[in-house]
T-cell receptor, first 115, second 117 residues
């Protein structure tokens, strides 16, 4: 079965420290991988995506993610966390070979950056 | 960038009434839109895929007669929760992919919080 796992419900990090939000996936075919962020009572905002090419993808607000095919992972990272980064983060994948936009979302990881 | 507008952002209704939520693509055409439901502290659950000019495709377990979806134009999809009950209270979010290239990226509305009393 195709799935996306975000093993951590919550990640706490001190402001200024590096942060990592983990994501692993299991899909058939070549996946497109995405990270989205959700602030309270808001829709999701696109952060970054991996389609092909360089395994290190840079996105909005200083975030980046590394695609690791052998480990089927796509962890989100940021060198220096800000309090304003506190939000709910979703990893998503769509097996593009299917020709559909049926995203498979992870369960979300709540990031809390402490001042 | 592409913008998806969702209205209303919050709605409170009495049990047994119907509520309509609109999802508009403001600066692009969307032949397809997606409707999600999000429970507190949980992920997004895809309810249905809205297709312009044709019937929506519902996910397994989603009641078609309960959640009516209409995609009458290339910029508007509506979700109507019919005969709402308290268990329908939730956060509903729509999204749409942009045209002009298969980037696979979705743009989301701001969400609509429905409270059924």
């Amino acid at each position: 079965a195709q799935s996306v796992a975000q093993p951590e419900d919550q990640v706490n990090v001190a402001e200024g420290n590096p942060l990592t939000v983990k994501c692993t996936y299991s899909v058939s075919g070549n996946p497109y991988l995405f990270w989205y962020v959700q602030y309270p009572n808001r829709g999701l905002q696109f952060l970054l995506k991996y389609i092909t090419g360089d395994n290190l993808v840079k996105g909005s607000y200083g975030f980046e993610a590394e695609f690791n095919k052998s480990q089927t992972s796509f962890h989100l990272k940021k060198p220096s966390a800000l309090v304003s980064d506190s939000a709910l983060y979703f990893c998503a994948v769509t097996p593009w070979d299917s020709g559909t936009y049926k995203y498979i979302f992870g369960t979300g990881t709540r990031l809390k950056v402490l001042a | 960038g592409a913008v998806v507008s969702q209205h209303p952002s919050r709605v409170i209704c009495k049990s047994g009434t119907s509520v309509k939520i609109e999802c508009r693509s403001l600066d692009f055409q969307a032949t397809t839109m997606f409707w999600y439901r999000q429970f507190p502290k949980q992920s997004l659950m895809l309810m249905a895929t809205s297709n312009e000019g044709s019937k929506a495709t519902y996910e397994q377990g989603v009641e078609k007669d309960k959640f009516l979806i209409n995609h009458a134009s290339l910029t508007l999809s509506t979700l109507t929760v019919t005969s709402a009950h308290p268990e329908d209270s939730s956060f509903y979010i729509c999204s749409a992919p942009t045209t002009g290239g298969n980037t696979g990226e979705l743009f989301f509305g701001e969400g609509s919080r429905l409270t059924v009393l």
